[in-house]
C-alpha cells in the first residue's frame, strides 16, 4: 500500500508547483531590448552586485554552481559585457570577476522585466486570490528564508 502524502509534503508540493510555472515565464528584454540576460546570469548579476568583486569559485559556491558551469556563464557575461574579469594583484592565479555598470543596468531591466510580468498575472487574478496571495507573502518569505539557509 502507497504511503499517503502528508499535509505538508501536499502543500511543498502545491507551492513547488506554482514556483516552477512562476520560473516558466519568458525571459524579458533588457536595456530596451539590446541585451537578453537567462535566470542563471540573472542570479549572477544579482550576487555580484551585492558582494561585489568575487574569486570565481566564490562566486560559483554563492550562487549554487559548479566551478566549470560557472566558468561558462562567465564567458557569455563577459562577451555581453557585463562582467569584467581580472587577475588578483596580490595572487595572479585568481580571476576576480565584477559586475560592469551595463550588467546593472541588464540586472535591473530584467528584473524589473519579470516583476511586472508576474504583477500582469496577479492583476488577472480574482480580487479573493490576490487577497490570499499577499496574506500568505511573509510566510512564503520565511519560508524562502529557510530553505536557503537549509542549503
Not at 546570469?41 to 551585492?50: F, G, I, K, P, S
Not at 535591473?108 to 499577499?134: F, K, N, Q
Request: hydrophobic share 45%; aromatic share 2%; charged share 20%.
Amino acid at each position: 500500500m502507497a504511503e499517503v502524502p502528508s499535509e505538508f509534503q501536499v502543500l511543498a508540493a502545491g507551492i513547488l508547483d506554482a514556483a516552477v510555472n512562476i520560473a516558466r515565464m519568458s525571459t524579458p528584454d533588457a536595456a530596451g531590448g539590446d541585451v537578453r540576460v537567462t535566470r542563471s546570469q540573472l542570479a549572477v548579476l544579482t550576487y555580484l552586485e551585492a558582494n561585489g568583486p568575487c574569486a570565481m569559485l566564490d562566486l560559483a559556491e554563492g550562487v549554487g554552481v559548479t566551478a566549470p558551469t560557472m566558468t561558462s556563464t562567465i564567458k557569455i557575461l563577459v562577451r555581453k559585457g557585463l562582467v569584467d574579469r581580472r587577475h588578483d594583484e596580490q595572487d595572479w592565479r585568481t580571476v576576480l570577476v565584477s559586475i560592469t555598470e551595463s550588467g546593472v543596468s541588464a540586472k535591473s531591466a530584467t528584473s524589473s522585466g519579470w516583476v511586472r510580468g508576474v504583477a500582469e498575472a496577479i492583476e488577472s487574478l480574482a480580487p479573493e486570490h490576490r487577497a490570499m496571495i499577499m496574506v500568505a507573502l511573509p510566510a512564503l518569505r520565511e519560508l524562502g528564508a529557510r530553505v536557503a539557509a537549509g542549503r
